[in-house]
């Protein structure tokens, strides 16, 4: 007999996917988006909830639909080296090369940065990253309860805190919108989608959707249609908070750029709110519940990527892989928070329609049988794209103008350009996956193949 999940289960689990979600990026983008947005602030944010809070939830219950025992089991559907490749990508991308650096250089940005003169920041980010990555590999290494317990104190914090400050800013505006910024000024609903792409959360939710999946099984439910609708209703709280702090964070920032200016990223916006409206303490407080959830979070995706990578490689231990990537973090962290966004821009162009690919095939494979064609055709579409795209943008990361690209890259994407729907949005590779998924499906169908 199945058990009936209560709701306080569902909101536990939900609240559980919550706290996996909330990290660095998730704080950090809103925020800058509320600056440069300004008086285009809703259109801009209808953009980023789509993909900031959409995506992941798509994701997570891509993972309960499909039956699947990991991501990569999952992946190996196209075929099993580009389960391994893409799974592999997919770790380093929200682990040692973005998401877990970020971490350290967000905790510096909002808890450090304020109380450090500017010409001594280069010195103090150097030192703060690492104590905070030494920390990390001490407790990689050495799984204790202290980091569950931190992290069950810091998620409640950060919510109550960050809460706080909204409602402040609500009542009491720091100031007004102000006109938009660069894309904001005529594309704010498109800039907000695909600076959505920022808070990774999409491309995590394929590896979190198991840690729901499996605890949701552990409370008795183990029909996969129970399974499905507990996966979606776990989805939608955590999905919901998401969504609330996105909001509010946004509508921050847009109060903040009056009296502070621009900030090159989201991490002072939230500490100088924390300063006008509760002074040093308020600072203070800010500080040290950022950096312990940062850490917490650092802790958590060095742990996760110890693990897969042991699964894949057992000839290097965990605890090298760990040391490994915890050192790397320190390196690419002390580039600072500004350049890590913005090298990470251009993997995720190219890794984002890979994963929401992924996610449309698992969905709509009971209607093609599940036959590996249609997997294969849509991927290798998505993948042809993509590929520019991010090649494009690392072009453009690096300072170089369409002039000064190779003729190869300018004649691809002027003819990408020209023939693809909404290519200039970011969305070139949406309708030509969905033409190969049904051309294909259909003859999967005709062909009976598998």
């Not at 058990?3 to 983008?29: C, E, P, R, T």
């Not at 502070?260 to 939230?270: A, Q, S």
């Not at 600072?336 to 095939?361: D, E, H, K, Q, R």
Request: charged share 5%; hydrophobic share 55%; aromatic share 14%.
């Amino acid at each position: 007999m199945q058990n009936k999940l209560s709701f306080s289960s569902f909101l536990l689990i939900g609240v559980m996917l919550f706290a996996l979600f909330f990290g660095a990026g998730n704080l950090i983008f809103p925020a800058q988006l509320g600056q440069y947005a300004g008086t285009n602030l809703w259109p801009a944010v209808i953009g980023f909830l789509i993909t900031g809070v959409g995506l992941p939830f798509l994701g997570i219950l891509a993972m309960g639909f499909s039956g699947s025992r990991n991501l990569q089991d999952l992946a190996s559907r196209v075929h099993p080296v580009y389960a391994v490749l893409f799974t592999s990508l997919l770790y380093l991308t929200i682990g040692p090369f973005f998401a877990a650096p970020r971490t350290g250089a967000v905790a510096f940005d909002i808890g450090i940065a304020t109380f450090i003169p500017e010409s001594a920041q280069g010195t103090a980010l150097f030192i703060f990253t690492l104590v905070f990555f030494g920390v990390t590999l001490w407790l990689s290494l050495n799984p204790a309860k202290i980091v569950d317990r931190v992290g069950k104190v810091m998620s409640p914090a950060i919510i109550v805190l960050l809460l706080v400050l909204l409602v402040m800013a609500f009542v009491n505006p720091i100031g007004s919108f102000q006109s938009p910024e660069d894309a904001y000024a005529s594309g704010a609903f498109m800039k907000g989608f695909t600076e959505g792409y920022n808070t990774m959360d999409a491309l995590a939710s394929l590896v979190f959707g198991i840690i729901v999946i499996n605890a949701i099984r552990a409370l008795g439910v183990t029909d996969k249609v129970q399974i499905l609708s507990a996966t979606a209703k776990t989805g939608v709280i955590a999905a919901g908070f998401l969504g609330l702090l996105y909001v509010g964070i946004a509508y921050l920032g847009a109060t903040t750029t009056e009296k502070f200016g621009l900030f090159d990223t989201g991490g002072p916006v939230l500490s100088g709110a924390a300063a006008h409206y509760f002074g040093t303490f308020g600072s203070i407080m800010l500080a040290i519940i950022i950096i312990l959830a940062c850490l917490t979070t650092s802790i958590g995706l060095m742990t996760a990527c110890g693990e897969y990578f042991t699964t894949i490689i057992p000839s290097i231990s965990y605890k090298m892989f760990v040391t490994i990537f915890t050192t790397f973090c320190f390196i690419v962290a002390n580039f600072g928070l500004s350049n890590i966004i913005t090298y990470s821009i251009p993997v995720l162009m190219f890794l984002y329609p890979l994963a929401v690919v992924l996610m449309l095939l698992t969905f709509t494979s009971p209607l093609f049988k599940h036959a590996r064609l249609v997997y294969i055709s849509a991927t290798v579409v998505a993948l042809a794209i993509s590929t520019i795209d991010g090649v494009k943008t690392l072009y453009g990361t690096l300072g170089y103008t369409v002039e000064q690209w190779p003729n190869w890259l300018t004649s691809i994407v002027s003819f990408y350009t020209n023939v693809l729907p909404y290519y200039s949005e970011g969305l070139g590779w949406l309708l030509p996956v969905l033409a190969v998924m049904v051309v294909t499906g259909v003859i999967a169908r005709v062909m009976k193949l598998t």
